[in-house]
């Protein structure tokens, strides 16, 4: 399949669902039964080809993985194995970078806009770890495409379509919510690795791991900040979040109000959410009890990272802020109404002069990512009282 012309229709239809709300929204009026019914059509042909073109992109790394090159194949070599040789030698300076994608990769990287486009294997290392380092990342609902992409969603906060008792000759009321979009494109960001010479000078170092690791622990470490706090002006990630509930103390929460917090999400997304916490705020609720004793807080052994709060895990980063005046202390919610998008080709440049004081060169590695909440109705979040 043509993923490129799979991209571009899903695109087209979003922006043909668009026409349809910006018509509506001109005369001042709700979409008819026929706009309504062509909306709900192209929206689910949408999903069809998000699905379609996962598939075709997990296909496609399946299919990359698997290749062998000739030389390959004489000696033995996987893929993966050429990939890890030839990452290494670029880091180490004995691998020369071409314009010509088509030309053998067991003997060179391909070159990009921003230095060597890193080779898919690699790739695949660094976002794993990213994953198991960064929870929130990996809860979110992630879109591994390049350009933009419009993402519609319907918003019944306000008012929904309700049904009710009707007498005869009488008019029925309307009611409806609104149908609403998010844009998301992508903002350079670059993380950089610091390698000492004395390791690169030692064949027998796993020179490629030590990147791997060091490169996902940095950009897990951004990426995190980013979807939590965001960036005015460049990624918002939950930074638009509204509170949900607003402490009555400045530097403490009570039992009622994280219940209040925790209601505040529609049972319908309740099975996926979790509570998200700074280490000080979670030390401080773990000494609150309920009327019969009971702490809130709990050890469990079987969260994924060892405590529960009202029935959900607990997770903690260092990216939230503590309890203090007009502070968003906490968060609650299904991750998956966070949208992120992350292109699918990284880029790598060694910088070896900058660094050569310090006896260590440089890898800076490029990528493009945006984030925005796609469903606010899964997500909420506890701000302390505000000063004064």
């Not at 300076?93 to 990287?109: F, H, I, Q, S, Y």
């Not at 009321?173 to 950089?192: D, Q």
């Not at 998008?341 to 006896?359: G, P």
Request: with cysteine.
């Amino acid at each position: 399949m043509n993923l490129k012309a799979l991209i571009e229709k899903r695109n087209q239809l979003a922006a043909d669902m668009q026409k349809l709300i910006d018509a509506a929204n001109t005369e001042t009026r709700a979409l008819t039964n026929d706009e309504l019914a062509e909306f709900e059509k192209k929206k689910a042909e949408i999903a069809n080809l998000d699905k379609t073109i996962k598939a075709c992109e997990e296909m496609r790394a399946i299919e990359d993985t698997g290749k062998q090159q000739p030389k390959a194949d004489k000696k033995g070599n996987t893929q993966e194995q050429l990939e890890y040789r030839a990452f290494d030698s670029f880091i180490r300076g004995k691998l020369e970078v071409r314009d010509d994608p088509a030309e053998d990769t067991a003997t060179n990287m391909t070159k990009g806009d921003n230095g060597a486009v890193i080779p898919t294997t690699i790739i695949k290392k660094i976002i794993d770890k990213v994953y198991n380092i960064a929870p929130i990342f990996s809860m979110a609902t992630r879109y591994n495409m390049g350009g933009t992409i419009t993402i519609p969603y319907y918003d019944d906060s306000d008012s929904d379509i309700s049904m009710g008792y009707a007498e005869e000759f009488v008019e029925l009321e309307s009611s409806a919510g609104k149908i609403k979009n998010i844009s998301l494109s992508g903002f350079l960001a670059g993380v950089l690795t610091l390698v000492s010479k004395s390791l690169l000078n030692n064949s027998n170092f796993d020179l490629v791991g030590f990147v791997i690791d060091k490169m996902a622990a940095n950009i897990a470490k951004w990426i995190e900040k980013e979807l939590i706090n965001g960036t005015e002006d460049k990624i918002e990630g939950l930074s638009t979040l509204t509170a949900g509930v607003t402490a009555a103390s400045a530097t403490a929460v009570t039992a009622d109000e994280l219940i209040d917090l925790q209601e505040e999400i529609p049972d319908v997304y309740q099975a996926g959410a979790v509570w998200i916490m700074s280490k000080k705020t979670r030390t401080a609720i773990r000494k609150l009890k309920d009327g019969t004793g009971n702490y809130l807080l709990n050890k469990d052994v079987s969260a994924r990272w060892g405590y529960t709060l009202l029935g959900k895990e607990v997770y903690v980063s260092d990216n939230m802020p503590n309890m203090a005046a007009d502070a968003r202390a906490i968060i609650y919610g299904d991750l998956s109404g966070l949208a992120v998008k992350v292109t699918e080709n990284w880029e790598i440049n060694i910088l070896r002069e900058k660094y050569a004081t310090q006896h260590a060169l440089g890898v800076f590695a490029y990528l493009e990512m945006d984030s925005k909440i796609e469903n606010a109705q899964k997500l909420t979040a506890l701000t302390m009282k505000a000063s004064g």
